[in-house]
């Protein structure tokens, strides 16, 4: 079992940044691959990024170059460093872990993960 506890998320004017942070429990944490998504209002769950067991990372195509996620093992949490921050990027952020990924293309989908977060809202003004 383990347990996610997003922070971090606000509002922003375009173009300004926010870090996400997902505190995880459980002694297994290193086990894990981390991922990111988001939902906004009326709107389906969205991948943005994820981090495999060996810091591998993999980022939705309008992510990359904007946003970077990586994780402190020793703290159980992982970060989501958003830069250039769009309107388009309102969301609810919801954190997510799996236990196993069993192919590359499961990174990119929620259903392939375990446990999630209750989210954090990031609302970006333009």
């Known amino acids: 079992q383990v347990q996610l506890v997003e922070s971090g998320g606000g509002l922003v004017q375009a173009g300004g940044s926010l870090r996400l942070s997902c505190a995880a429990s459980g002694r297994t944490f290193s086990s894990y691959t981390m991922g990111w998504f988001r939902q906004a209002p009326g709107k389906e769950r969205e991948f943005v990024a994820a981090?495999?067991?060996?810091?591998?990372?993999y980022y939705a195509d309008s992510m990359k170059g904007r946003f970077t996620i990586s994780r402190d093992n020793a703290k159980n949490t992982v970060y989501l460093q958003m830069n250039s921050l769009k309107a388009e990027d309102t969301a609810v952020y919801y954190c997510a872990a799996a236990f196993k990924i069993e192919s590359s293309l499961a990174f990119y989908s929620g259903g392939h993960y375990d446990y999630w977060g209750q989210g954090t809202q990031v609302t970006v003004s333009s």
């Open positions: 981090i495999a067991r060996n810091r591998n990372t």
